[in-house]
């Protein structure tokens, strides 16, 4: 079997083109997210003004519950996407996996807490329902944006997966911020208006962000 030598200058023409690329850190992109969300923050404060009552202990225990596990699944799954534009073995998610569990049991608990009749006046009685909905995904877009141009920096393997958790963190993060302006603290209205942006982000993620990585 007769072996084609590729010639020296062909090397030299493809070395030519090559130049060196900066490695991602994870400290940067975090950093990146936490500029991301406390950037979030202020534009909700600037547009809508933050809710008074988180410091003057008007606000009720469950406003802290919700709010905290949005903070939270919007972290873990930030990171998971971070993680994601570096792949290595043994690389796994599970935090963001079970932390975006254990927020949709809130909707569950409040139709147990509410019952049947009290979750169809939260769904179509409440005046501020939508609002919050659309606020908290329209806010998510910040977060979103930060993680797609972290995404394209890297070489993510699952874009899908990728994508998907970007919406959750984008969603997750988007209702966090507008949940420290909405002053309404019940159980019907945080955990069914406030979480839905999760959903809908995540699905958004799941179909809008692998063409905008993929290069």
Partial sequence: MTMTRVPNSLIDDLADDLAP????????????????????????????????????????????IVNGMLGMVGAASA???LRMARPR????H??????SAMLFLL???????????????????????????????????????????????????SLNAAGTYTGIAAGAIGSFAF????????????????VAPVALMALAGRFAIPPLVRW
């Fill in 21 to 64: 690329v900066e490695p991602i850190r994870l400290s940067h992109g975090i950093a990146l997210v936490a500029l991301s969300a406390v950037a979030t923050v202020i534009l909700v404060e600037l547009l809508d003004g933050l809710w008074r009552g988180i410091v003057s202990g008007q606000a009720s225990g469950v406003f802290f």
């Fill in 79 to 81: 990171l998971a996407v």
């Fill in 89 to 92: 073995v043994g690389n796994t």
């Fill in 94 to 99: 599970e935090g963001a996996r079970w932390s």
């Fill in 107 to 157: 909707p569950l608990t409040a139709l147990a807490v509410l019952g049947v009749g009290g979750m169809t006046t939260a769904l179509f009685d409440d005046p501020y329902g939508a609002g919050c909905f659309l606020a908290g995904a329209a806010f998510g877009l910040v977060t979103a944006a930060a993680l797609v141009l972290w995404l394209r920096r890297g070489a993510p393997v």
């Fill in 179 to 194: 949940g420290l302006a909405c002053p309404i603290d019940t159980i019907g209205h945080l955990g069914i208006w406030h």
